[in-house]
């Protein structure tokens, strides 16, 4: 079956370091990778998509690479900051599927 | 920046009740989705609805479920007869297309007792 693996143990990082962060998956062959931030209470957010023929894509801050062999994606947040504090949550997506699904998601801790 | 709007905010129910979770979607989009998160637990995907009809659905999305797209803003999920494992967050989403990012709404707090 397919399974989407964050690590279910919490970042916690000095303010101003680069938090890095693992999403694998097995059993997809994604055209495709999401990322999304989640507060406590709150709906996730919308932050990246990366796809197949991409290495590599920013947004400010934030790095994402995907690499299809490794069957496996990185997520940076650099100059980290408190504010950064949250789950991030990967969701590789398929071609003409229509059900994104989530991994449990990543808590990183941004230490002032 | 255009949001999705869902309603209510909090609703506690009794067992074996119906509840109807509404939500606005973004309106240029043309995909809708319901997800649920229990408490502690990953975003679990329920439904996607296109072109109104309903084009995906998970396991967890059995006949007690339904979903409506009633006129051209709201999208409903019903739950016929809720059981105190369907507590948790609900989520609505909507999207332009299937691979672009999602907009989710800030959810539905449901507690069965």
């Known amino acids: 079956s397919q399974k989407i693996e964050q690590n279910s143990e919490a970042l916690n990082i000095q303010e101003g370091k680069t938090a890095t962060l693992t999403c694998n998956y097995t059993?997809?062959?994604?055209?495709?990778l999401q990322w999304y931030r989640q507060d406590p209470g709150r709906g996730p957010v919308f932050l990246l998509l990366?796809?197949?023929?991409?290495k590599e894509k920013r947004k400010e801050r934030l790095k994402v690479t995907f690499d299809t062999t490794l069957k496996q994606s990185l997520f940076h947040i650099t100059a980290s900051q408190p504010a950064d504090s949250a789950t991030y949550l990967c969701?590789?997506?398929?071609?003409?599927?229509?059900?994104?699904?989530f991994g449990k998601g990543n808590q990183v801790v941004v230490i002032p | 920046e255009p949001e999705v709007t869902q309603t209510p905010s909090h609703q506690v129910t009794q067992m074996g009740q119906e509840v109807i979770l509404r939500c606005v979607p973004i309106s240029n989009h043309l995909y809708f989705y319901w997800y649920r998160q229990i408490l502690g637990q990953k975003v679990e995907f329920l439904v996607s609805?296109?072109?109104?009809?309903?084009?995906?659905k998970s396991e967890i999305f059995d006949d007690q479920f339904s979903v409506e797209r009633p006129d051209g803003s709201n999208f409903t999920l019903k739950i016929r007869s809720t059981k105190l494992e369907d507590s948790a967050m609900y989520f609505c989403?909507?999207?332009?297309?299937?691979?672009?990012?999602?907009?989710f709404g800030s959810g539905t707090r449901l507690t069965v007792v």
């Open positions: 969701a590789p997506g398929a071609h003409g599927n229509n059900r994104l699904a």
């Open positions: 609805f296109y072109n109104n009809e309903i084009s995906e």
């Open positions: 990366i796809r197949e023929n991409e």
């Open positions: 989403a909507s999207s332009e297309a299937v691979d672009y990012g999602y907009t």
């Open positions: 059993n997809y062959s994604p055209a495709y």
